[in-house]
């Protein structure tokens, strides 16, 4: 009887920690088509590309912002430079936005896999 009740016990915890997932944490799917995975981390959010070229590298790192808003770093793995970065969360799509100096900055819109 107690083994049940601490299986059922676990598995609930398990279901609530899902639904209460932060909404960038998952599967994205990026312009250039690879997969990139957002997961927690030392309490911010680490985005690593899970496909491609470059899968398994860390190419950025986000801490909430407000309300579905997140700042950070975003590195492009082609070139190895990091920019300060942004994400804003709309529904099943993230704007992703990376900028030097505030000035140049360059867009891409990801999708929920």
């Keep these: 009887m107690k083994r049940i009740f601490a299986l059922t016990a676990a598995a609930v915890l398990m279901s609530a920690g899902a639904a209460f997932a932060d909404p960038i944490e998952g599967n994205w799917k990026t312009t250039s088509g690879e997969t990139a995975v957002i997961a ?30 997140y700042k950070g770093t ?18 099943a799509s993230l704007t992703m936005k990376g900028c030097v100096a505030a000035i140049f900055c360059k867009s891409q819109t990801w999708s929920k896999l």
């Design 74 to 91: 975003i590195t492009d793995p082609s070139e190895e430079k990091t920019y300060s970065g942004t994400g804003k969360l709309s529904g």
């Design 40 to 69: 927690p981390c030392g309490g911010e959010f680490c985005i690593k590309l899970k496909t491609g070229k470059h899968a398994g590298k860390q190419i950025g790192k986000m801490s909430l912002n407000g309300a579905n808003a």
